[in-house]
Structure formats: structure tokens, C-alpha cells
């Protein structure tokens, strides 16, 4: 076994230090060690400050209506057909919604922003869809569940109530 302190360079030379020591001087008594148990600790804390910002910012859109939406009327029941659609904007003006009946005659209404990169979904009636034009994203009527392209997500549900012929939407599930 060779002794790695001996210098190697020249033969019959005293030097202590190797080659490679004196092209990368560390000192070894000035570096700052991390212990396990201060990188668990810091591992720990990072991890406990990522899981709350995302519980605030999944809170936030229920703490803007503070749990509470506006019942707005939104269509007639004889306004739609089987099949039919109609755009509308809930809970605010910012908000654009579709409301569908579908072939069964049961009326369902989704935001129409698609929950990949906010495109606008539309209606598809000859195929029973909710197609999103920017990359193909396909949601069913019946649950806004998507069923092919990039989407991973529903389609946020837009909760209805009718009272009579008059259709109004009253809260929204995400």
C-alpha cells in the first residue's frame, strides 16, 4: 500500500502535501459540516412549508365566496333541448359556464374553462362531449371527467336547481 501524503512528483522530494492537494486547497478545518439530523430537520421544515402554501392556495378560491354562492337564474328548462347547451357566466362575470342536456334529458353545467391551460371547452352534441380545441382535451356530459388528452382533472361542476321552468345555479363543486 502506497502512502497518498508522500509527494510523488519528484523522487527523493520531503514535501508533505500531493499534487492534487495543491491544486484544490481545501481547508478542511474551515468548511461547515451538515450533520443528518440538521438536513432532516431542514428536509422536514420545507416540507411543511410546501404542503401549507398548497393548502392556502387551494383554499383560496372557496375563501373568495367565503363558502357561499349567489343563486342565479341561468336559463328556462324549455330554453335547452336534448343535447342543447347554452353559455352562461356564474359565480361572476369572469366566470364562463355551459349548461348541457343531455340525450337522457338530465341538465348538467360545468365551467367551460378546461382545467389543463384554461382553454375554453365546448359542446360536441353528435358526440356526447366536451372537447377543449387548444389540445384536444375530452370531458364526458354526464360527469365532466376527461377521458382523452392532456387534461387530468374534472371539469369544475356548476351545482343547478330548478324551480319550475326556471333553472338557476347555486354553488360550484370543484
Known amino acids: 500500500m502506497q502512502n497518498d ?6 523522487p527523493g522530494c520531503d514535501k508533505k502535501e ?25 428536509l422536514s421544515l420545507g416540507s411543511l412549508l410546501i404542503a401549507g402554501a398548497n393548502f392556502i392556495a387551494a383554499s383560496v378560491p372557496h375563501l373568495q365566496h367565503g363558502g357561499r354562492f349567489p343563486k342565479l337564474k341561468i336559463a328556462s328548462a324549455d330554453q335547452i333541448p336534448a343535447g342543447g347547451s347554452q353559455l352562461f357566466r356564474y359565480p361572476t362575470d369572469e366566470d364562463p359556464c355551459i349548461l348541457i342536456r343531455d340525450r337522457a334529458g338530465e341538465l348538467v353545467a360545468y365551467s367551460q374553462v ?17 372537447f377543449c380545441p387548444c389540445h384536444h382535451g375530452y370531458f364526458t356530459v354526464e360527469e365532466g371527467r376527461p377521458t382523452a388528452g392532456p387534461p387530468t382533472r374534472p371539469l369544475p361542476r356548476i351545482k343547478l336547481e330548478q324551480n319550475g321552468n326556471d333553472i338557476f345555479a347555486v354553488g360550484v363543486e370543484v
Open 5 to 10: 501524503d508522500k509527494c510523488k512528483d519528484c
Open 18 to 42: 500531493t499534487r492534487w492537494r495543491e491544486d484544490f486547497p481545501v481547508q478542511w478545518d474551515k468548511d461547515e459540516y451538515v450533520t443528518r439530523r440538521e438536513m432532516v430537520k431542514f
Open 114 to 130: 378546461c382545467t389543463h391551460l384554461s382553454c375554453a371547452v365546448i359542446h360536441r352534441a353528435e358526440e356526447n362531449t366536451l
